[in-house]
């Protein structure tokens, strides 16, 4: 074996000194390479596996694809001058990441129109409070969002937000999470004894829903009929005549939801991901790793829209939304799409 006289210790059984191959897997000029590290860590693939892959350690591989991450482009900023949206049904969500030095998870909250399938910006906050939904809904306002109705979970802090940015914006709560909740309350999976009351409360009140005067009749008809002995039960009943509002706001607008089944499925590829992590060792790579995630899932094309979304399928949703004139974006390793927008 050639040898290169370069004094650098011993190092993989080169004794005091390193070989050509030994010496340029630890002294790597990052502009050799052509292909950037971080569209495959975001896809998925290990710092290990990589660098087996380019001949290099993994730190070197963590090192360089966080010099990547800092040259992407914000969501943010692409959304503000690229892009624009004319449904106005607004869905938001999020999942908690650990950071180091948080003692408990943290939220990490975006939004997605719902017509485009597009995720317009994420935030980062220690707390999924009023100050936080007011300044995702400050930027709304910023980016002119024709906002008209928002689905979401059930969080009190969101809709004094909502109020006092937009406040004739509607919010409609997502009906899946809301009847999981009253599932959980009356323990319907272990306690048969709620099970009719249930039943009728989905078929008549929810699934049957056309407008208020039919709504208060189905409720007097469940209410009289498993209510008068429970008062759990009871209970449920007026607080769904009272959030009446909240629950069947889609009814009302054209291709509104009721229910956040599309953020559901990003949460769960974006989960995958973070919980392979394990958690970020400091803030800043937190951000720049979510936006970096946030601006491949805009990137890459959609497989398994089905029903009404079919025409997604094969595109990208960040083709979906920008400007007809408006040039694609500058991303380190992102081809623009050669369908036609």
């Known amino acids: 074996m050639s040898r290169k006289t370069i004094k650098k210790g011993s190092r993989n059984g080169c004794n005091r000194y390193l070989c050509k191959d030994c010496f340029s897997r630890f002294n790597v000029d990052h502009r050799r390479f052509e292909k950037p590290l971080w569209v495959p860590h975001i896809d998925g693939i290990p710092f290990r596996k990589l660098g087996d892959e380019n001949n290099l350690v993994a730190s070197q591989v963590y090192k360089r694809v966080f010099e990547e991450l800092k040259t992407l482009p914000s969501n943010l900023e692409i959304t503000k001058t690229l892009c624009e949206y004319k449904s106005g049904i607004l869905i938001i969500d999020g999942k908690y990441i650990k950071v180091r030095g948080h003692k408990k998870k943290i939220p990490f909250i975006y ?10 910006f994420s935030v980062v906050s220690k707390a999924e409070d009023e100050i936080t939904f007011l300044k995702i809904f400050k930027t709304l306002k910023e980016l002119n969002y024709s906002l008209q109705v928002v689905v979401a979970d059930d969080r009190s802090s969101l809709p004094l937000a909502l109020k006092q940015v937009f406040p004739n914006v509607p919010l409609q709560l997502c009906l899946n999470h809301y009847l999981e909740n009253i599932r959980q309350l009356l323990h319907i999976r272990t306690n048969t004894i709620h ?12 699934d049957e829903y056309q407008d208020d005067k039919k709504l208060d009749e189905f409720l007097v008809y469940v209410f009289n009929k498993f209510c008068l002995d429970f008062s759990v039960r009871r209970q449920i009943v007026k607080e769904i005549s009272r959030r009446r509002k909240l629950l069947f706001v889609y009814k009302n607008i054209d291709n509104c939801p009721d229910n956040t089944n599309l953020i559901e499925l990003f949460n769960s590829h974006f989960n995958a991901r973070l919980k392979s992590l394990k958690g970020f060792k400091i803030m800043e790579h937190a951000k720049l790793w979510l936006n970096a995630i946030i601006l491949r899932r805009r990137t890459q094309p959609f497989t398994d829209c089905s029903s009404k979304f079919k025409h997604l399928n094969g595109k990208t949703s960040l083709e979906m939304s920008i400007k007809k004139q408006a040039p694609w974006p500058e991303i380190l390793g992102i081809k623009a799409p050669k369908s036609e927008r």
Do not use: G, S
């Open 195 to 206: 099970q009719h009351f249930f039943n009728a409360l989905k078929k008549y009140v929810f």
């Open 111 to 120: 939004v997605i129109d719902y017509e485009t399938h597009d995720i317009l």
